[in-house]
């Protein structure tokens, strides 16, 4: 038999709004935290306020990926060996959907980066350049530790974070060359699909609770940030 044909295919709920929204204003947040870094001077006040955000929104994601629609739950592309190995030999299942979502070279890079930034967000916090900024709870380390912690946030750090974002913008392009555009579906959230593929939950009560999750994460920011007052 031929395979489903596109005019069968309808559009599906992929990524849900909340999970939209965390992509890009995320993106927008690391760039503008570079480049206030880079800038320095007055600009650094900016750096701490997007690195807020910053942390602000990985606590999201945190609990969104566990109570968020279909394909932004981590269980969705926390992909085993074997279907990794699968993926990179061509020989995926068909129920394993690894065009939809995040592929599992895809969701490597998610989780790489979604470590990289919690990582320099927590370095940060404790940082002190010894010139105008420091991190808000530098008074509660050690001398030692913040040291360690300033040399990799300015360092090794930030030179991942931006060399993880460039290879990100590059697969994207890739993809996009092959015929696989995954920009708008990031943007609209739907992509056409067979029925009977999974869709994400996005109607208002999913969407209330995104941003309650979101609004606690903020208050437990601000409580964090004023630990070291």
């Not at 038999?1 to 992929?14: F, K, N, S």
């Not at 945190?62 to 699968?86: D, E, K, N, Q, T």
């Not at 996009?176 to 739907?190: A, E, F, H, N, Q």
Request: aromatic share 8%; glycine share 10%; hydrophobic share 50%.
């Amino acid at each position: 038999m031929h395979t489903m044909t596109t005019d069968a295919r309808r559009p599906t709920r992929v990524w849900d709004l909340p999970t939209r929204l965390f992509h890009w204003v995320l993106a927008g947040c690391v760039f503008g935290s570079v480049v206030s870094a880079k800038i320095g001077g007055n600009a650094m006040e900016w750096h701490l306020r997007l690195g807020y955000a910053v942390f602000t929104l990985l606590a999201f994601r945190l609990l969104w990926g566990l109570m968020g629609g279909h394909w932004s739950r981590f269980a969705s592309f926390a992909y085993a060996p074997s279907a990794v190995l699968r993926y990179l030999r061509g020989q995926s299942r068909r129920d394993e959907h690894h065009d939809l979502g995040h592929s599992p070279l895809g969701a490597l890079s998610v989780f790489g980066l979604l470590a990289l930034l919690a990582v320099q967000v927590a370095s940060g916090l404790v940082a002190d350049d010894e010139i105008a900024t420091t991190g808000p709870l530098a008074p509660l380390v050690s001398a030692r530790t913040t040291s360690l912690a300033t040399a990799w946030h300015h360092g090794w750090g930030q030179g991942l974070v931006i060399a993880l974002a460039l290879l990100h913008v590059a697969a994207i392009a890739v993809h996009v060359r092959r015929g696989r555009d995954l920009v708008r579906p990031m943007i609209v959230g739907d992509k056409a699909l067979p029925p009977g593929v999974p869709h994400a939950a996005d109607h208002a009560s999913a969407r209330a609770v995104a941003a309650l999750l979101f609004a606690l994460c903020a208050a437990g920011v601000a409580w964090v940030v004023r630990l070291g007052g």
